[in-house]
């Protein structure tokens, strides 16, 4: 028999940036390196389907199986164990797991989150590391303890949120939160910046140098439609990323409390970076939407 060879051909197609609308003249789409940024998936690491020739499909003891996770790429120069994973991608989508004894009985459980790329392939598993009593008392501004696991169980992200106040007439308490990579040393900081009107953030590498900000809208409220905070640049006229929530039905929105989220960065951004942007993520998830019983 001869042989052949197949080919997998990529994607060829680019989708430019939408202009901004009001309030935002002077932005234009762009990120940190040379190239344009493209919300679009753009992708030039082609993943077989679960179950193809030579790419195990592994699933963690005790997870619910069915879901494929990723399979690790090889890991750039310098990357943090477990960042690997990052380093191919420009789109993340986190879904919080309902938790059914929170939906019946009104009292709030820990959170528990799948982390996915763009073609629904687990990369990580995030699980909320909190006591009884600081959920059920402190709400949506309780402190907590976010682990980040991978295929195999190994933790290799952190993320610590201290006990602020949640209070946007009080500029001297905002909150934080903090990205290790692996546990145990900081990869970055999320910082809430304060402003009468707008939600505001600042993204600071491992030395709390400012790096890129966050904007959000004035007024955070999801009801029938999705919520975009804006990732740019310090002079805020370059918008680097986008952290969205995606509403995720009626039903869904008014019996729980279980969010969805995507976040958009270039393929090519620091992969501490990207751990950074997962973290303001879940900072912006506990501030504006854990629903407070």
């Given at each position: 028999?001869?042989?052949?060879?197949?080919?997998?051909?990529?994607?060829?197609?680019?989708?430019?940036?939408?202009?901004?609308?009001?309030?935002?003249?002077?932005?234009?789409?762009?990120?940190?390196?040379?190239?344009?940024?493209?919300p679009?998936?753009?992708?030039?690491?082609?993943?077989p389907p679960?179950?193809?020739?030579?790419?195990p499909?592994?699933?963690?003891?005790?997870?619910?199986?069915?879901v494929?996770?990723?399979?690790?790429?090889?890991?750039?120069?310098?990357?943090?164990?477990?960042?690997?994973?990052?380093?191919?991608?420009?789109?993340?989508?986190?879904?919080?797991?309902?938790?059914?004894?929170?939906?019946?009985?009104?009292?709030?459980?820990s959170?528990?989150?799948?982390?996915?790329?763009?073609?629904?392939?687990?990369?990580?598993?995030?699980?909320?590391?909190?006591?009884?009593?600081?959920?059920?008392?402190?709400?949506?501004?309780?402190?907590?303890?976010?682990?980040i696991?991978?295929?195999?169980?190994?933790?290799?992200?952190?993320?610590?949120?201290?006990?602020?106040?949640?209070?946007?007439?009080?500029?001297?308490?905002?909150?934080?939160?903090?990205?290790?990579?692996?546990?145990?040393?900081?990869?970055?900081?999320?910082?809430?910046?304060?402003?009468?009107?707008l939600?505001?953030?600042?993204?600071?590498?491992?030395?709390?140098?400012?790096?890129?900000?966050?904007?959000?809208?004035?007024?955070?409220?999801?009801?029938?439609?999705?919520?975009?905070?804006?990732?740019?640049?310090?002079?805020?006229?370059?918008?680097?990323?986008?952290?969205?929530?995606?509403?995720?039905?009626?039903?869904?929105?008014?019996?729980?409390?279980?969010?969805?989220?995507?976040?958009?960065?270039?393929?090519?951004?620091?992969?501490?970076?990207?751990?950074?942007?997962?973290?303001?993520?879940?900072?912006?998830?506990?501030?504006?939407?854990?629903?407070?019983?």
């Amino acid at each position: 028999m001869k042989p052949f060879q197949i080919h997998l051909p990529g994607s060829s197609r680019h989708i430019v940036y939408p202009k901004h609308q009001a309030g935002h003249i002077g932005k234009q789409a762009g990120h940190l390196g040379s190239q344009a940024f493209y919300p679009g998936r753009q992708h030039s690491y082609l993943v077989p389907p679960a179950g193809a020739a030579g790419i195990p499909v592994q699933n963690q003891p005790g997870r619910p199986a069915g879901v494929p996770w990723m399979p690790a790429p090889p890991p750039p120069l310098n990357c943090p164990p477990g960042l690997e994973y990052l380093s191919q991608i420009d789109m993340i989508l986190i879904h919080q797991q309902i938790e059914l004894l929170e939906v019946l009985f009104s009292f709030e459980s820990s959170n528990v989150y799948d982390i996915k790329n763009s073609f629904g392939q687990r990369i990580y598993f995030a699980a909320e590391d909190t006591n009884f009593c600081t959920r059920n008392c402190c709400g949506r501004s309780r402190p907590f303890t976010l682990r980040i696991t991978d295929n195999v169980g190994r933790e290799v992200m952190t993320l610590e949120r201290p006990l602020r106040c949640n209070c946007c007439c009080c500029p001297c308490c905002l909150q934080e939160i903090e990205i290790q990579a692996p546990p145990g040393v900081p990869v970055g900081y999320v910082t809430q910046t304060w402003h009468p009107c707008l939600t505001k953030f600042t993204i600071k590498n491992q030395n709390r140098e400012d790096v890129l900000k966050i904007s959000g809208p004035c007024i955070v409220c999801s009801c029938f439609a999705g919520v975009d905070f804006e990732i740019i640049s310090l002079d805020e006229q370059m918008v680097v990323g986008r952290i969205s929530k995606h509403w995720s039905g009626l039903l869904r929105e008014a019996f729980t409390d279980a969010d969805n989220f995507g976040i958009q960065f270039p393929r090519d951004l620091d992969v501490k970076l990207k751990a950074v942007m997962i973290g303001a993520c879940f900072l912006i998830d506990y501030m504006f939407f854990e629903r407070t019983r």
